[in-house]
Structure formats: structure tokens, C-alpha cells
């Protein structure tokens, strides 16, 4: 008995100094990055020229007929104002109704050019919100330590960086050897809209032979983190190198009718709450995907010492790590196809009993799970199979993109060398972006926007009071910049 209990302790020692020794080597990548070239940047003209861009009041809408474009016009021509040196050396054309193509011509024309994305509208400011604001929402009010605004995240503040940072180039005399296209859209907040402005911008390109080495679009954001003796004052840089599909869907339940003073055991809403509720009682399967596992991965690995000896094993930590995902909504998008009940009717008044119930359900579905497997899953797990199923407007998930690109790389080297204390991780962008349009043009396409905000100011995106710190504008510009030079380079 004491030579098994001894047999037992040693292998246990021996398990312990192994896993020790594997938590102390543990760690990240280590690589040498020089520091960034000096850059002469003009943040008090990106400032003044962000808050004049949240003034124009770019709003989309599905309904085109809607849409106020002398806005967009308006905008425009302040683009063409505020940055001469684009309007005099860069090609510019309309793709109608209001997307911007500008081509700045390399010296070669046998490199494949490089694109920067952006789109010009924004959503609408909430009816009964307004008085919300603590600036109004077309304002641009800068306070010396934020600018507000509607746009100022999503996304102006991205797209007047690029233009910035072009017209600095142009100032130094920089030339690029491959053409570098900036391609702004004028209806990406309309998800899944018939109306496409990218991929009109992308059909345009495509028509003249063009297929582009790399686009960069909006996506992760630099986010602050410390958890103290867990991860101590790090900054989590996400780049999206894939995206989650969009779907609305309809169900829709027929029934009789009449007066609502006699009313049957379950009349069409009350069969239809019994739909949502089946629905959302049985959720989509949930995984890991690669890119969770490489983001978990980087995570873990720059972990504290004494934690590492937890998180060096990973794997085994991976289905406790997905059951707790499941139960957090902010988990469980990464992990599963979401399900979300929006919007539902019923009768058009208290007295009368509904002949036509229905309920839109909006999907963001994992790449692999189709809009058809959407429909399937609705016809699965609802009782009742008379329901109408009508699939209003869906894209499909994101291709993916490869992590190991040349125009990846660029994109981690900088922000590697501008936070040194940085975790850079691929990973799956959970809501839209223009940059899936342009699959049939280009392999590298990647989400990112090089702005340091928190995530409750992540969270104000299309909400009341929508701003974004100044302290952030300086790191964007040097991004920008240094991001141009290199992957227009050769």
C-alpha cells in the first residue's frame, strides 16, 4: 500500500514539475519589430474634419426613395474640399447613387492594387431619443476629450482617418508602386438590402478586369484589458478575417378571426407564441472554430506565470469554457448561429381576433450553416407544421480569410509595433460589413479599425451619445499611414 501511495505521489510530482514546465514555455511568438517611421500627422485637421463629417446627415434606408442624397452630395463635395490634394491627383468616380470609387495610380501596373474600405451613412438617431443626446447627434461637438456624434464610431471616424492619411501621403510625395483604391459605400448599414452599394462598387471593378491583393475594412478595435494578476494591462486586437451570415425571417401563423368575445383555446398569436417559444427553446449547436481556438490560444498565452499553469491546458479546459459561453450572450455569439425574436403583429385592434399573426426572427449564422439550414431548423422544431416560413432578407457567412497573407502580417507588425503589449488574434466579426461583397475580386480581406475604445464605449455604436475619445485619433493616423506604404509597396 505505501509503495502505490509512492508510486501514486511521485507520478503526480512528476505530472506537476511537467505541467510547470510547460506553463513556463507557454508564451507568445517572440519577434523583433522595428520601431515605426517617423510620420508627419495633422490630427488637429483629422479632428475638425471628423466633427464637419458627422454634420452631414448621411442616413440610410432600405427603402432607397427615403434616403435625403443631397446629404450625400453635400458630403462629397466636402470630402473634395477638406482634402485637395486627393480631389487633384486621385481618380474619383460616383457609382450611383452616391458610392465614392478614388483609384491613386501606382508606378506598376502588373502588382494587384490594394483597397481601403469605409462607408459614408450612418443610422438614424431613434425618434424620442433625440433630447437623449448630451450634444446632438449631428453636431460633431468636440470637448477636447471626445468628439459626438452619430458616425463617430460607425464608421467616419474610420473613413476621414483614410482620407487623412492619403492626403499626408500626398504632402510627403509618397507614390505607391501598386494602384491603391479607396472604396466608400453609401448603404452598408441596410443589411442584406437588394440595393447593394459595395457590391455595385465591387461589380464595377470587377467588369474592368480588376482583382485586388488586399481590402481592409472595419472590424476589431484595440480594447483595453486588465484583470490584475490575470492579464495585467494588455490590449485585445481582434482582426476579422471572417463574418457572420444575416437573416430575417418570417413565420406566420393563418387563422379565423372575428370577435374577440369569443375567442377559441388558442387563437393565431397564441399558436405563434407557442413557435417562438419552441424557437428559442432549442438553440443552434454549439462549437469552436478555429479562430476561436487561435484567439483563446493568444489569450492563455499571455496570461500571468501562475495562471498559465491553468491555461497551458487549453483543451482540457474547452468544455467548461463552452458551457459557460452558452449561458452569456456575449459568449454564445462566438460560439453558435444566434436566434433572435425582433418584431411581431397580430390584430390591428384589442377587439378583434387576430386571422393573421406573424414574427421576424434575425439570425447571425456561423459560417457553414446556410439561410436554407435556417429554414430547415424553423420547420424542425415547431409543432406546428402549417406555418408560412418567409425568408425576408439573408446574405450568407463570410469565406474565410487566410492568417497567413502578406497583407495579415502588415496589418500585426504595426499594431504589434505601435502597443507592444498587444494580444493579436484573428477572429469571426459577428455583425456586418461591406467587405464580403467583394469576395469575387480578392483572397485577403480583413476587418479592422485601429481605434483604443473601451467596450462600453464600443457598445454606444448606434446608440444614444455615440462618440469617440480624441486620445485614439493619433494611433489611427500613424496606422493608416504605415498600413499604405507597406502594402502598396511591392
Known sequence: MKKATKIIGAGLLAAAVGNAVHAAAFRPEKRELPPLPEEALNVERYRKNLSKAIQFRTISNRDSSLVDWKEFDKFH?????AYPLIAEKLEKEI?????????????????????????QDVVPVSKGTEQDWEHDAFEGFDDGEFIWGRGSIDMKNHLIAVMESVEALLEDGFEPERDV?????????VVANAENGAFDIMTTLKERGIMLDSVIDEGGAII????????????????????????DIEIVV??????????????ALGQLACAIKEIENHQFKSSFNQLMNDLMDAVARECTYPVRLITCNLPLLKPAILQLAKQIPFGACFVRTTTAVTMASGSPAANVLPQRASAVINFRAMPGTTKQDLVDHIRKVVKNKDIEINVLNSKEASKFSPTDSRSFRIIGDICKSLEPNSIIAPYLVMGGTDAYNYEPICENIYRYAPFRVSVELLRGTHGTNEKIPVACLEDALKFFKNYIRRASAE
Not at 95 to 113: E, F, H, Q, S, T
Open 77 to 81: 463635395k466636402f470630402l473634395d474640399e
Open 95 to 119: 457609382v450611383p447613387p452616391a458610392n465614392l470609387i478614388y483609384r491613386w495610380k501606382g508606378k506598376r501596373d502588373d502588382l494587384k492594387p490594394i483597397a481601403l474600405l469605409a462607408h
Open 181 to 189: 483604391y479607396l472604396l466608400f459605400g453609401d448603404n452598408e448599414e
Open 224 to 247: 483595453p484589458v486588465n484583470v490584475p494578476g490575470v492579464l495585467n494591462n494588455k490590449h485585445l486586437i481582434g482582426i476579422g478575417v471572417a463574418e457572420k451570415g444575416y437573416s
Open 254 to 267: 393563418n387563422g379565423k378571426g372575428g370577435h374577440s368575445s369569443q375567442p377559441p383555446k388558442h387563437n
